[in-house]
Nanobody, 124 residues
Framework: QVQLVESGGGLVQAGGSLRLSCVAS????????LGWFRQTPGNEREAVAT????????YYQDSVKGRFTISRDNARNTVYLQLNGLKPEDTAVYYC?????????????????WGQGTQVTVSA
């Protein structure tokens, strides 16, 4: 049984930073692309950043480029999202997800396993 457990969310002022972590179990971690997605009430889940199985390839949503960094530690079965320069519009529930594919993609449809999410709230 695959489990993805996120942590690291919280309340931060605009301009601040957070580091999200997601620990995975029940899968061969290094052969799965991983991603961070976010969702606000009434809106569809959107891709924030994704990373290939090896960690060599990453993709970012345009609005977070230069501010967020995705990384992974395959020895610890963990994927991270460093959030810097946070803005109020970054407020959302952030989800970690695993794809059956090894290549990175921003398409949420290609991710099959999802965590429960962690809330990030950015105050103005």
């Amino acid at each position: 049984q695959v489990q993805l457990v996120e942590s690291g969310g919280g309340l931060v002022q605009a301009g601040g930073s957070l580091r999200l972590s997601c620990v995975a179990s029940g899968l061969s971690f290094a052969v799965h692309a991983l991603g961070w997605f976010r969702q606000t009430p009434g809106n569809e889940r959107e891709a924030v950043a994704t990373i290939s199985g090896s960690g060599a390839i990453t993709y970012y949503q345009d609005s977070v480029k230069g501010r967020f960094t995705i990384s992974r530690d395959n020895a610890r079965n963990t994927v991270y999202l460093q959030l810097n320069g946070l803005k109020p519009e970054d407020t959302a529930v952030y989800y970690c997800a695993a794809s059956a594919l090894i290549r990175a993609t921003l398409n949420p449809v290609l991710f099959q396993e999802w965590g429960q999410g962690t809330q990030v709230t950015v105050s103005a």
